[in-house]
Nanobody
Framework: VQLQASGGGLVQAGGSLRLSCAAS????????VAWFRQAPGKKGRDIVQ?????????YSADSVKGRFTISRDNAKNMVYLQMNSLKPEDTGVYYC??????????????????WGQGTLVTVSS
């Protein structure tokens, strides 16, 4: 499956953005999908949120709970990340990633097989 992330940009603290991840070339409805974030100057990527194949189970990093919402539309092969109340520390490159498991509990990047190209989110103070 191929993933393409979009929707990043520059926003002021307190603002909102919605990221999109478009999938093609596979049975997307069977994949768990996660959004990862790579902060400036940091080598690795940290999970932000994860959603299972049906959309019934969501994992959220503590830092974004109550502010970010992951969702998916399997009919459109899309996953979204609604980001509200953005903070400067949310700045980074956001990647969507997929695993061909319906109920994956993976929260580390090494376990994800498919990656989008990343979209930059910059939150100014």
């Amino acid at each position: 499956v191929q993933l393409q992330a979009s929707g990043g940009g520059l926003v002021q603290a307190g603002g909102s953005l919605r990221l999109s991840c478009a999938a093609s070339g596979g049975t997307f409805s069977r994949y768990s999908v996660a959004w990862f974030r790579q902060a400036p100057g940091k080598k690795g990527r940290d999970i932000v949120q994860r959603i299972n194949s049906s959309g019934s189970k969501i994992y959220s990093a503590d830092s974004v709970k109550g502010r970010f919402t992951i969702s998916r539309d399997n009919a459109k092969n899309m996953v979204y990340l609604q980001m509200n109340s953005l903070k400067p520390e949310d700045t980074g490159v956001y990647y969507c990633a997929g695993r061909p498991y319906s109920d994956s509990a993976a929260i580390v990047e090494d376990l994800y097989d498919y990656w989008g190209q990343g979209t930059l989110v910059t939150v100014s103070s």
